[in-house]
T-cell receptor, first 115, second 114 residues
Framework: EAGVAQSPRYKIIEKRQSVAFWCNPISGHATLYWYQQILGQGPKLLIQFQNNGVVDDSQLPKDRFSAERLKGVDSTLKIQPAKLEDSAVYLC?????????????FGPGTRLLVL | DAKTTQPNSMESNEEEPVHLPCNHSTISGTDYIHWYRQLPSQGPEYVIHGLTSNVNNRMASLAIAEDRKSSTLILHRATLRDAAVYYCILRKDAGGTSYGKLTFGQGTILTVHP
């Protein structure tokens, strides 16, 4: 079974530029998550989709971050404009359903450096 | 969300058992106890979860206190590949506003010595 795919793996941009990350979840998984992991900290949930609807985006900085999940499969996360503090690893995860027992499967992440 | 408390770091020798503790004194009846680990430069991976009873799988065992206010992840024979950050997470079942999300803390950095 193929895992969660993410691209690019690394990205370096200058502040005020825009950047987009792509995620392809495990086939058939209804729930998709985007996490931000700053160096030395645990991942923090940015947004959660159930199929193509948003379930939780309470910690997404909506003035600069946006995300979409077209047709309930792939997802993109965009930052525009980027700030220095956005330097982090952006992790995508998926699970069959959103529940207290379903395992979340994580991708390898995209490492973003904002200069 | 109920919080968990873990030691910042622990050390072990290869092929010895490792007991990773987690305190969760404010756990509610609908909270599952999950453990994930994150190897260097990788995304987190699921290790084990439980509700009330002790659990075993091919990776580890989870011992849950009778009052559920603490739990221990047990790696029976640590290997160098087990060196990772281990996260203990309380996760509500579906139906609440948390809707199954994972709230990661700082975790425990496990170092395994050859």
């Amino acid at each position: 079974e193929a895992g969660v795919a993410q691209s690019p793996r690394y990205k370096i941009i200058e502040k005020r530029q825009s950047v987009a990350f792509w995620c392809n979840p495990i086939s058939g998984h209804a729930t998709l998550y985007w996490y931000q992991q700053i160096l030395g900290q645990g991942p923090k949930l940015l947004i959660q989709f159930q199929n193509n609807g948003v379930v939780d985006d309470s910690q997404l900085p909506k003035d600069r971050f946006s995300a979409e999940r077209l047709k309930g499969v792939d997802s993109t996360l965009k930052i525009q404009p980027a700030k220095l503090e956005d330097s982090a690893v952006y992790l995508c995860a998926s699970s069959p359903l959103a529940s207290g027992i379903e395992t979340q499967y994580f991708g390898p992440g995209t490492r973003l450096l904002v200069l | 969300d109920a919080k968990t408390t873990q030691p910042n770091s622990m050390e072990s020798n290869e092929e010895e058992p490792v007991h990773l503790p987690c305190n969760h004194s404010t756990i509610s009846g609908t909270d599952y106890i999950h453990w994930y680990r994150q190897l260097p430069s990788q995304g987190p991976e699921y290790v084990i979860h439980g509700l009330t009873s002790n659990v075993n799988n091919r990776m580890a065992s989870l011992a849950i206190a009778e009052d559920r206010k603490s739990s221990t992840l047990i790696l029976h024979r640590a290997t160098l590949r087990d060196a990772a950050v281990y996260y203990c997470i309380l996760r509500k079942d579906a139906g609440g506003t948390s809707y199954g999300k994972l709230t990661f803390g700082q975790g425990t950095i496990l170092t395994v010595h050859p």
